[in-house]
């Protein structure tokens, strides 16, 4: 299981010019996931790192919603397609300590994928998180999908790695990481259950 004390989270490439041509998962959900999961580790005190490819080229800044997520994440700039090939990269990631590393990408099979294959070749265990990468067509994913399953990397979502990552409901920071998480089905139990009611319905 992934432990808060053993995991990196690892964002590749969520680049605005990237998130255009994506086509598998809702821009929105992609925004969404890749946010929360972020805001999450924050609350968990796992460390993050962020990388983009050419930033100042055709696939631009990384997202907004992500940087003001994480203002005082510096972003890691490499032109190597496997960021797990940047020395800067490997060297944020061995500097943590951590051996569990939590990967999302754009694209999944290429900026998830493979930084992914060759951490776990290098000792790591790593993970990828499936709704937080996103890809531009479904032969793609497929390929993508497949490709981390033949290689023994397990998938996971953004949720499930955040409540992994909490591990009990009765954490004091239980409360900040489901805010963080935002959950839509969780969110609007929640809605439901604080809603005042008329006093003919109590």
């Known amino acids: 299981m992934l432990s ?5 989270l690892v964002l590749v490439d969520h680049q605005i010019g ?8 809702p821009v929105a959900d992609l925004k969404h996931n890749v946010v929360a999961l972020a805001k999450a580790a924050k609350v968990l005190g796992i460390p993050v790192i962020m990388t983009a490819t050419m930033p100042d080229g055709l696939w631009g800044p990384t997202i907004p919603e992500l940087t003001s997520a994480l203002p ?17 990269v490997r060297a944020a990631i061995e500097k943590t300590g951590r051996k569990q590393i939590l990967i999302a990408g754009v694209s999944l099979e290429v900026c998830a994928a493979f930084p992914a294959i060759a951490a776990k070749a290098a000792g790591f265990d790593t993970r990828v998180v ?30 499930s790695a955040g409540v992994e990552l909490l591990g009990s409901n009765t954490d004091p920071k239980a409360h900040n990481v489901y805010n963080a998480l935002d959950i839509p089905f969780a969110t609007l139990v929640w809605q439901l259950k604080n809603t005042p009611q008329p006093d003919n319905q109590k």
């Open 4 to 8: 808060r004390d053993n995991t990196v």
């Open 18 to 25: 990237l998130f255009t041509g994506v086509r598998d998962i």
């Open 72 to 88: 005082d994440v510096p972003i890691i700039t490499r032109t190597v397609i496997n960021a797990w090939d940047d020395p800067a």
């Open 130 to 159: 499936l709704d937080a990468s996103g890809t531009f067509n479904d032969a793609k994913r497929e390929a993508g999908i497949q490709r981390l399953t033949v290689a023994g990397i397990p998938l996971t979502d953004y949720a």
